[in-house]
């Protein structure tokens, strides 16, 4: 394995990037976040039909890019650092689940679609569902069965990140059609969504210590920036460090899901390794973004209480650190 970008990756990831900081700045996703749709229609729709995130896992059969689930990784770490909401995370967790557990029927009718930039998403139990009530395509697996619901009443939930949007789903007067194997379109989805995170994570982490080392360099305190203590270079060298190290790890799960022949409790130890380190990771860069600032960091005009919610809120939505750690067997 090597841990470095192909040209053609690098390429998606400045192109991504490049349009980020022209369509997503702070402004914009702050208005974004709390608009009707919960996100920027008109850049999904960029990222869609110019860049075709939503098709780079989705094979060239079913009208996609053919690409891998570790070009859309390399998407996620770019969303993650830029903070603005999207339905990439939530399309991406149901296309997966479709592949690993789809009939051809179901992948020749619903893929096209989601690779056009249909928002979809997957309800997995109970628990509120990204994007359910805007997504285009819901899927759910119901016991073994993996389902597509129609006519379900969706609740949108508040959120303490409010760039993240969930829905409660009421399926009681809702209709489903089977699509295939739900234990391996759950399975796949769990693996693939706690890897997803672990990409928007390193990406918020890289976000959180440029913001603070920025900032070292501007603020000045007894006559010199307080970049220069050496305390402080000890605290952002070490979110630094560790910022690589959950790059790393991201890249080694997304890789491993990407291949085939990795074996598959291999792949799953890679990503239980990985969303555990680069959401405790986002979590410290989070604080030590806070800390660093001082008090401008808690007043709301600041992006920083934007990385501490989402720092936080990344470790509910596929597991915690801890239930990561503890289904990991050394």
């Not at 841990?3 to 998606?12: C, I, N, V, Y």
């Not at 060239?60 to 890019?65: K, P, S, T």
């Amino acid at each position: 394995m090597e841990f470095a970008l192909s040209d053609e990756q690098s390429e998606l990831a400045a192109t991504v990037r490049s349009l980020l900081e022209k369509r997503a700045d702070s402004a914009a996703v702050r208005a974004a976040s709390t608009s009707p749709s919960g996100h920027d229609e008109a850049l999904w729709a960029t990222l869609c039909e110019q860049i075709g995130v939503a098709a780079l896992a989705v094979p060239e059969e079913y009208d996609g890019v053919g690409a891998t689930f570790f070009e859309t990784a390399v998407v996620l770490e770019e969303l993650g650092r830029s903070l603005a909401p999207s339905p990439l995370l939530a399309t991406t967790v149901a296309t997966e689940a479709l592949l690993a557990g789809g009939t051809e029927d179901a992948k020749q009718r619903l893929l096209p679609r989601i690779a056009a930039g249909e928002v979809a998403t997957l309800a997995l139990g109970a628990a509120p569902v990204l994007d359910g009530d805007r997504a285009d395509i819901v899927l759910a697996v119901f016991g073994d069965e993996l389902v597509e619901v129609e006519g379900a009443t969706a609740t949108w939930t508040e959120t303490m990140d409010q760039s993240l949007r969930l829905a409660r789903l009421d399926m009681t007067a809702a209709s489903t059609q089977p699509l295939g194997d739900g234990t391996s379109a759950a399975r796949r989805a769990e693996l693939v969504g706690a890897a997803s995170v672990a990409a928007l994570a390193v990406g918020l982490t890289d976000r959180a210590l440029r913001m603070t080392v920025d900032y070292s360099k501007e603020r000045v305190q007894f006559g010199r920036p307080i970049g220069s203590f050496q305390a402080l270079k000890h605290r952002m060298a070490d979110v630094f460090a560790r910022t690589e190290l959950a790059r790393s790890a991201s890249w080694a799960a997304s890789y491993a899901l990407a291949d085939e022949a990795v074996d598959a409790d291999e792949a799953a130890f890679q990503v239980h390794a990985a969303a555990s380190y680069a959401i405790e990771t986002a979590r410290l860069a989070a604080s030590e973004c806070v800390q660093l600032h001082g008090g401008i960091a808690i007043t709301w005009e600041h992006d920083a209480h934007l990385v501490f919610k989402r720092a936080h809120a990344l470790g509910h939505l596929f597991g915690s650190p801890e239930r990561h750690r503890a289904a990991v067997t050394l």
